[in-house]
């Protein structure tokens, strides 16, 4: 099983629209999780930390989910500017080594 | 500002051909990663290094080697280059006393192999 495995996508979604993004992970000993968006041919950027239950930042709530080993992310009132790749980022190897999953894009049409 | 470097940000080889990418950091930062992005597939780390003279491998490190003589600078290098390392490859950084989970990115390598 890979360390961290992402919804394949890609999804399409309307402007406006709730779309929500899963991650699962094996490390059961990760404690702290986090969420990157990239647009295309760019580097990587950090969107939100999870560190317990889950965390909020306006439009954007990331969710953590120990007992079944996901994380999520939940993007509400999509903007055509979240158009983008997602990906779900662990820790391993005691917090020194980031492991990236697949990601998952996201289109938003208008 | 300058952050993370990278150069080249593009180079063409040959097969059989050899080149260091060279990543460098004005942030002060221990700990240094060089990944490598194919389509369609999130960054698969290589090689990464905790501090200056300390490596250790990633998840995809046949190939390749690094090293980190000063704090600033972490080396990729390829000995005998060959068409499946053709990737785009990304050098990133971050403090060990951070856990916000924030990685400095460099711009990118683009790295085509003939």
């Known amino acids: 099983r890979k360390e961290v495995e992402q919804d394949p996508g890609p999804f399409n979604v309307p402007e406006g629209a709730t779309v929500a993004f899963n991650c699962t992970y094996s490390n059961s000993a990760s404690q702290s999780f986090f969420w990157y968006r990239q647009d295309c041919r760019k580097e990587p950027k950090l969107l939100m930390s999870?560190?317990?239950s889950g965390n909020e930042d306006g439009r954007f709530t990331a969710q953590l989910n120990r007992a079944s080993q996901y994380i999520s992310l939940l993007i509400r009132d999509s903007k055509l500017s979240d158009s983008a790749t997602y990906l779900c980022?662990?820790?391993?190897?005691?917090?020194?080594?980031?492991?990236f999953g697949a990601g998952t894009r996201l289109a938003v049409h208008p | 500002n300058a952050g993370v470097t990278q150069t080249p940000k593009f180079r063409v080889l040959k097969t059989g051909q050899s080149m260091t990418l060279l990543c460098a950091q004005d942030m002060n930062h221990e700990y240094m990663y060089w990944y490598r992005q194919d389509p369609g597939m999130g960054l698969r780390l290589i090689h990464y290094s905790v501090g200056e003279g300390t490596t250790a491998k990633g998840e995809v490190p046949d190939g390749y080697n690094v090293s980190r003589l000063k704090k600033q600078n972490f080396l990729l290098g390829l000995e005998s280059a060959a068409p499946s390392q053709t990737s785009v490859y990304f050098c990133?950084?971050?403090?060990?006393?951070?856990?916000?989970?924030?990685?400095?990115f460099g711009e990118g390598s683009r790295l085509t192999v003939l």
């Open positions: 999870v560190y317990s």
């Open positions: 990133a950084s971050r403090s060990p006393g951070d856990n916000t989970g924030e990685l400095f």
């Open positions: 980022v662990v820790p391993s190897g005691g917090y020194n080594k980031l492991i």
